[in-house]
């Protein structure tokens, strides 16, 4: 459609951070960041490694910064996991260190196996196991209780207090470790939260309410907030959708640095590159039940979606 709209000469202005959207369909980029525009040069003439080093301030010869790791213990096992008439037979080892992405189309329970494993719906069936311990996960204060986050797809209505500043939603899953006597130990919490902050690379506003922040900046936030819980297993949900280049490549940082410290990550995704450069295996939903889990270095993104649309 915009093609036929161009072709009747009609002038377009097509405001994106997805790349692949600027070389199928640009003619000519401007790239802005922190509201200046830093570039204004016809898309034939750029290459994806120039337009992230002026989005991101830096040069990445690899859009996906992802390190090498030696793969640890399992840190969560789940057996047999299933959920009324859409999941079903759902079973995989996680282990310290990995990164296992998850993908499917839309409709195939992506984010409901997140929610499943968070505890987040009543009535899942199946069997889990936390470090080799077998654990009960019925509701959300339980998969904390045993280390487990989840980031979930929607933050604004799932993850982030608009009524509390940064400083709070940062805080407010760590309060229990700057409990002393029944009070809480607000100047040793607050430098701890300016900690994350600053390592986490969010620009702090005069603002109150966090709303009032960028989606990449409430993102990280979200981040912190589990990275200061000390959680032990991450539940990604489409982490990066919506952020631009300098903000995606961030978070690949943050997860980067989650893996070194033997977390273990469960990575769901729509996007098929995303998860065949940021992660160890992939697992892909289909007829409620994982139809492939293998090593991303084994499989295409053609055969991800080959499998991802094949019939139950």
Request: proline letters at 1%; aromatic letters at 8%; glycine letters at 8%.
């Amino acid at each position: 459609m915009i093609k036929n709209i161009q072709a009747k000469g009609t002038g377009i202005f097509y405001i994106t951070h997805r790349l692949e959207d600027v070389f199928l369909l640009g003619s000519r980029i401007s790239i802005i960041r922190s509201g200046r525009v830093l570039a204004t040069k016809a898309v034939a003439d750029c290459t994806e490694e120039e337009i992230i080093k002026l989005l991101s301030g830096q040069y990445l010869k690899d859009r996906y910064p992802k390190i090498e790791k030696q793969i640890g213990s399992t840190i969560l096992s789940v057996q047999n996991l299933s959920f009324e008439d859409k999941l079903e037979s759902i079973s995989f080892d996680l282990h310290k260190g990995e990164i296992l992405g998850i993908t499917g189309l839309a409709g195939s329970g992506r984010s409901l196996l997140a929610n499943c494993l968070f505890g987040a719906v009543k009535n899942v069936r199946g069997s889990f196991r936390v470090n080799g311990v077998q654990v009960k996960i019925h509701d959300p204060y339980s998969a904390i209780t045993h280390g487990i986050a989840l980031i979930p797809e929607n933050r604004i209505t799932d993850s982030i207090f608009g009524y509390l500043d940064i400083h709070d939603n940062v805080s407010v899953s760590a309060l229990k470790r700057f409990a002393q006597s029944l009070m809480i130990n607000s100047s040793i919490m607050m430098e701890a939260v300016r900690n994350y902050i600053d390592k986490l690379n969010i620009s702090l506003r005069q603002e109150d309410s966090i709303l009032n922040y960028s989606g990449g900046d409430q993102q990280k936030a979200v981040f912190a907030k589990w990275m200061m819980s000390r959680a032990k297993i991450f539940i990604l949900d489409e982490p990066t959708r919506g952020l631009d280049i300098a903000s995606k490549i961030d978070i690949y940082n943050y997860i980067n640095d989650l893996v070194k410290k033997d977390v273990g990550i469960l990575f769901i995704s729509s996007d098929i590159e995303e998860i065949l450069g940021i992660c160890d295996r992939v697992a892909v939903l289909s007829g409620r039940t994982f139809v492939c889990n293998m090593s991303t270095k084994n499989i295409t993104v053609e055969k991800i979606i080959e499998l991802a649309t094949k019939e139950d």
